[in-house]
């Protein structure tokens, strides 16, 4: 069965900090993938998403993410975090041909300290 | 443009008793997706409706179901309720699934079993 993985559960950065969250997917097949964030008592926004072409992304609020397909991984990084970027971080993928669903990781949830 | 709409945003349920969740997706889309978003579990994927029809169930037990109806509004029940049903549900519409569409998140329903 598909599957997605987020390398770390929980993750505390101090401010101006670079950020990494690992994400690893098991497809086959052409993908669609996305990062998502959930702030605390808000409602998942999309960050970002990849289709195809340039494989490294820009999403909102300066993240951005790389897709490597040799290694089936789309992580997400930043070069430096804010106290605002508190929040929960969702890796997402689907099949582009829409024929599963889409597939979330269990999250990252990363704690920013002044 | 409006978002997703799901009602209630809370609800309180007795063990044994039976609930309804009711989602209304941005105008135009045709998919609504259910998701159960619990601690640590990140979402897990429920089931998904595309005109009507359900395109795919994630594996939940048959306590859990669903449909949609022509203007693709989309409803959920759970039946016989047990503690363990204590989450977050999430609601998501798009154009379509795959094929390089995105999923809008409503707020949620949190629903909490005592």
């Known amino acids: 069965a598909q599957s997605v993985s987020q390398h770390n559960h929980h993750v505390i950065l101090s401010e101006a900090a670079s950020l990494e969250l690992g994400c690893n997917y098991s497809?086959?097949?052409?993908?669609?993938l996305f990062w998502y964030v959930q702030y605390p008592g808000q409602h998942l926004q999309l960050l970002l998403k990849?289709?195809?072409?340039?494989?490294l992304v820009k999403g909102i609020k300066g993240f951005e993410a790389e897709f490597i397909k040799s290694k089936f991984s789309f992580n997400l990084r930043k070069p430096s975090v804010q106290w605002s970027d508190t929040a929960e971080y969702f890796c997402a993928v689907i099949l582009y041909s829409g024929n599963t669903p889409l597939v979330f990781g269990k999250g990252t949830r990363l704690s920013v300290i002044a | 443009k409006a978002g997703v709409t799901q009602t209630p945003r809370y609800l309180i349920k007795t063990r044994g008793q039976q609930v309804t969740l009711s989602c209304s997706p941005i105008s135009g889309h045709r998919s609504v997706s259910w998701y159960q978003q619990t601690p640590g579990q990140g979402l897990q994927f429920l089931f998904e409706y595309f005109s009507e029809t359900q395109r795919n169930k994630g594996n939940f037990p048959g306590r859990f179901s669903g449909r949609q109806f022509s203007n693709s509004r989309s409803e959920m029940n759970v039946s016989t309720l047990e503690l363990g049903d204590s989450a977050l549900y999430l609601c998501?519409?798009?154009?379509?699934?795959?094929?390089?569409?995105?999923?809008?998140f409503g707020q949620g329903t949190r629903l909490t079993v005592v």
């Open positions: 998501a519409s798009s154009v379509g699934q795959g094929m390089n569409t995105e999923a809008f």
């Open positions: 497809y086959g097949g052409t993908v669609n």
């Open positions: 990849y289709f195809s072409g340039d494989p």
